[in-house]
């Protein structure tokens, strides 16, 4: 009967005997080593980089709560708002917004788009801390002139502060079309 030797027997020898496979079990254990060295360096890199962070934005929030709240400057910028809050068209309802803003794009486009089509895409209530504000957005779409159009693009001009383009698009020559959509802010009232 054959006596069956244990493997692990065999292996400890094969240990013993073969030089390679010791110096290849030595480079194993010591790329092991290195890499876990190296995560831990980084681990710990990436928590002193979040420390400083932490302890830097400690130190500006310090620095806040130190300040004196300036109650001049917010008053200045109380009144700028107000004064900006005044340019605004009003509106007591969201349909009576609606209606507004269709009746302002009629009189001001109208004589320059031919073929005109208004098409009210919708209106929400944009809320502030103070107050509120009605948003319409309307499409418009028809013939321009290509005469009229410094005309139209200068009744979108940054100086309105109620009337803004979404969407613009004219094919010049071809038909003359137009598509636009156009966002008309109104200052929301209360009906007190």
């Known amino acids: 009967m054959i006596n069956p ?17 010791r110096w290849m079990t030595l480079a194993a254990l010591v790329l092991i080593f290195f890499s876990t060295i190296s995560w831990f360096s980084d681990l710990i890199t990436q928590m002193r980089t ?42 007591s309802s969201g349909s009576v917004a609606e209606a507004q803003a269709l009746k302002e794009l ?12 208004f098409n009210l895409l919708g209106s929400e209530q944009l809320n502030t801390d103070a ?23 200068s009744y979108f001009d940054s100086a309105q502060t109620h009337r803004r383009l979404n969407a613009f698009s004219y094919q010049l ?16 009232a209360d009906d007190e």
């Open 5 to 21: 030797i244990s493997p692990s027997k065999i292996s400890i020898s094969e240990f013993r005997n073969n030089p390679r496979l």
């Open 50 to 91: 979040n420390t400083a962070q932490a302890v830097n934005f400690s130190s500006r929030l310090q620095q806040i709560s130190d300040q004196e709240f300036d109650t001049a400057a917010l008053n200045e910028v109380k009144k700028e708002v107000n004064q900006q809050m005044i340019l605004f068209p009003v509106a």
């Open 106 to 117: 009629e009189e001001a486009l109208g004589p320059l788009i031919t073929k005109k089509r």
């Open 131 to 153: 107050t509120f504000f009605w948003q319409v957005r309307l499409e418009i779409s028809g013939q321009l002139q290509s005469a009229n159009l410094i005309d139209l693009l």
């Open 173 to 188: 020559n071809r038909s003359n079309t137009i598509n636009l959509v156009a966002d008309l802010l109104y200052l929301g």
